[in-house]
């Protein structure tokens, strides 16, 4: 088969980050990803409310963080069977929706141009199915992930029993944190090389497949491939724990209702940019056949 030469890991960080640069990709990944936050937000808003608002320190509490008032809240809202039934409600609309974002960043990638907001729409309900078959298929890497977490923790537990000094069993408690870490980072980087392929290749149909040339792609090129991952993961983390602390300091009272409201939507702005950089670096490092690279569609046909 004839194959391009792969990019470099730092060409293809730095060609993804800048074409997932899209902004009406944003704006409906900001659309869909309001229906379970507000299904969460609004049961939680009222409880809040049935407990806090009644108290006569609830404006000092809405313009300053009282920790044994978050511990107090923390305990009643564990009591309300409704809060739970909402978060659980929240989770499964957006696992639900999750592949279509996805379907989003494929459809754009496979196209090498920013689309109009029809085209996101009809390349991410084209793609549906293929990532929702992928998602649950990547069950199977993620079941093996934590049947080896646990292993190396029981592992790392017993070496911490067996150590004569502290400063020993804080190592291999570390060391034991380490691992994990690392392979769950592989395993991310197989999954999302996984979805990838489908942007690499118009032709892919199978999730099956499209998982197999994730984990070769993987193996082939560790460590362009985990850098890839990596560096985009740690941005756009980075990103999201300045938004978070931003969001923090800031008193959602009045007006502070909107800006507190902007500042989290530039925290889902920051989500959607580095899942589709990470989508489109990766998808830059898989060794595919040039005429199956990419054609100037919108999105691939459905079956």
């Not at 090129?221 to 602390?245: D, E, H, K, Q, W």
């Not at 931003?246 to 909107?258: I, P, Y």
Request: with cysteine.
């Amino acid at each position: 088969m004839n194959t391009r030469a792969p990019r470099s890991a730092f060409a293809s960080v730095g060609r993804g980050a800048l074409d997932a640069l899209q902004w009406r990709l944003v704006i409906v990944w900001m659309l869909v990803t309001l229906l379970p936050t507000l299904v969460v937000a609004l049961p939680l808003w009222k409880a809040l409310d049935e407990l806090l608002a009644h108290s006569v320190h609830a404006q000092a509490w809405a313009v300053h963080f009282d920790g044994l008032m978050f511990g107090d809240v923390y305990e009643s809202l564990r009591g309300r069977p409704q809060t739970g039934a909402a978060f659980l409600a929240g989770l499964l609309l957006m696992l639900t929706f999750a592949p279509f974002l996805t379907g989003m960043a494929v459809a754009t990638g496979r196209a090498g141009r920013a689309l109009g907001f029809g085209a996101l729409l009809q390349g991410g309900a084209t793609e549906y199915g293929r990532q929702l078959r992928l998602s649950i298929l990547a069950l199977l890497p993620y079941a093996v992930f934590f049947a080896v977490a646990r292993g190396v923790s029981s592992l790392a537990d017993d070496r911490v029993d067996m150590a004569l000094l502290e400063s020993h069993a804080r190592w291999y408690q570390y060391g034991g944190m380490a691992v994990i870490a690392a392979c769950f980072g592989i395993v991310q980087a197989v999954v999302e090389s996984a979805r990838a392929q489908f942007i690499a290749d118009i032709g892919l149909r199978s999730a099956f497949r499209a998982m197999g040339r994730g984990l070769l792609q993987v193996g082939r090129r560790p460590f362009a491939n985990l850098f890839a991952y990596a560096a985009i993961t740690i941005v756009g983390g980075a990103g999201s724990v300045a938004v978070a602390a931003w969001r923090g300091h800031t008193t959602a009272v009045g007006m502070g209702v909107l800006g507190a409201f902007l500042i989290v939507q530039l925290g889902v702005a920051i989500v959607a940019w580095t899942k589709t950089a990470r989508l489109l670096a990766l998808a830059s490092l898989a060794t595919t056949n040039p005429a199956h690279r990419r054609r100037r569609t919108d999105f691939a046909p459905a079956l």
